[in-house]
């Protein structure tokens, strides 16, 4: 099981971004993507995740296999910790949710409402989802906005466990997650040409 990117092209509001870009992951490895703001990368993992189309190329994963997790932290505000944990492990068709509890720091807070946590405790518990899904391949876009320095240190720790067990990581992040062995993938070559001014193909509009 592994994800193949091949030949991508993909636009953010009708503008192209990106285009060529091909990548394999196998179980076990994790690749960074790096660029400017603006480059394309929350638009290429979308992409990947299946939220929206890609312009070209192929994506090819197996059926069900990718946990996506970007800006927003997914949670239910009336919910307690456990019970959101509960609600996604059902979603997933999964039932632990003792070692998310653990291993992101939650137990001591499982009893308490969600909307009743810190910045930095929503953060924990939307990514702890992640390891609920049940899924082998986890798409991540800047997961540790929010976090203290502890905290990233103990997601770093969730992401290489995950990749010892054969897992795999999709991450666009500048923050250092203790992954040595992860490749690293800059876009600003991939950047799309766009039509020329005047050409008829381009709104500029969008400009």
Known sequence: MSLAVTALACARGGVPLLEGVSFALRPGAALVLRGPNGCG??????????????????????????????HADGIKATLSVAENLR???????????????????????????AQNLSAGQKRRLGLARLMVTGRPVWV????????????????????????????????????DLGLPEAEVLDLTPFKAQLPAAGSGDFDEAFL
């Open 41 to 70: 990368k929350t638009t290429l993992l979308r992409c990947v995740a299946g939220l929206q189309p890609a312009l070209a190329g192929e994506i090819a994963a197996a059926p069900d296999a990718i946990a996506y997790a970007a």
């Open 87 to 113: 609600f996604w492990a059902a979603i997933y068709g999964t039932t632990d949710i003792e070692t998310a509890l653990e291993r992101m720091n939650l137990r001591a807070l499982a009893d308490r409402a």
């Open 140 to 175: 991540l876009d800047e997961p540790t906005v929010s976090l203290d320095m502890a905290s990233v240190a103990l997601f770093g720790g969730v992401v290489r466990d995950h990749l010892a067990r054969g897992g795999m990581a999709l991450i666009a992040t500048h923050i």
